[in-house]
C-alpha cells in the first residue's frame, strides 16, 4: 500500500488555502468527467475554516453531493453537530439543492442513524473526495483506538459507536472501508497537539488514520509545527 504523501504548509492558514483550491480543483474535474461531485465532509475546526472559504469559489454547486464522515448523536439543533458546523459555515450560504445534503440524523441514536445512513449510501458512487482531520490520539472520523474501525472486506459501511472516549459518546462513523472508496483522501491537520500522532503515523502505526487506504493512496495537508523535523 502506498504510503502517505505528505504536503508540509507552513502555517495552518497555508494548509486552508491549499486545501480549499484542492477542493475546488476536484470538483471541477469531476464536474467534467461526471457530472457531479461526490464529497464528504469532516468536522472540526480546521474545515470550518476550510467550507467559510469555499463559499467564495467559482463552481457549480448544483452538482454537488454533500455526505457526512461521522456525526455526534446530539440533538438536531446542537451546534455540536458537524451538520450544523457545515450548515453555518458553509451549506447556508451556496445553493446546493438540499436533497443532495445527506446528513446523519444522529438524533435518533447510534444504531438507528447507522441503519438509515447506511440505507441512504446504498447504491451510492465512489466519493470524489474524503475530507478528513487527525485527532491528537490517532483518530479519523469517529474511528478511534481500541474500536472496530471497520476494515474487512465484509465490513459495513457505516459503523454505530457507542463508547467513543470523547464526549458524546454515541456517534456514527462511515468505516475505514467506505472511507477509503474515493478517488481522493484528503486530511488536513493543524496544531501542535497533533505531533505526537502525525509522529506515530508517519513511523508505520496502527492508528485509525492510517485504516483509511483508497487506490490512489492519502494525501495529507499538515502544518509545519505537527511534523517536528
Known sequence: MESPRWHVCMTAAEVRERAVAWIAAAARAAVA?????????????????????????????????VWFGDERCLARDDPRRNSRMAEAALLSHVPIPPEQVYVVRGERGAEQAAADYLAAL???????????????????????????????PDAPDVLAVHAAPKPPAERVSLSARRLGRTRCALFLVTGAGKLGAVSAWRAGGNLPAA??????????????????D
Open 33 to 65: 468527467a461526471r457530472g457531479a461531485f461526490r464529497l464528504v465532509l469532516a468536522g472540526g475546526e480546521t474545515p470550518r475554516g476550510v467550507y467559510e472559504e469555499l463559499r467564495a469559489i467559482d463552481t457549480d454547486w448544483s452538482a454537488w453531493q
Open 211 to 228: 485504516s483509511i487506504r483508497p487506490p490512489a493512496g492519502v494525501d495529507v495537508l499538515v502544518e509545519r509545527i505537527c511534523i517536528g
Open 122 to 152: 446504498a447504491g451510492a458512487a465512489e466519493f470524489d473526495l474524503v475530507l478528513l482531520g487527525l485527532g491528537e490520539d490517532g483518530h479519523a472520523a469517529s474511528l478511534f483506538p481500541g474500536d472496530d474501525w471497520g476494515e474487512a
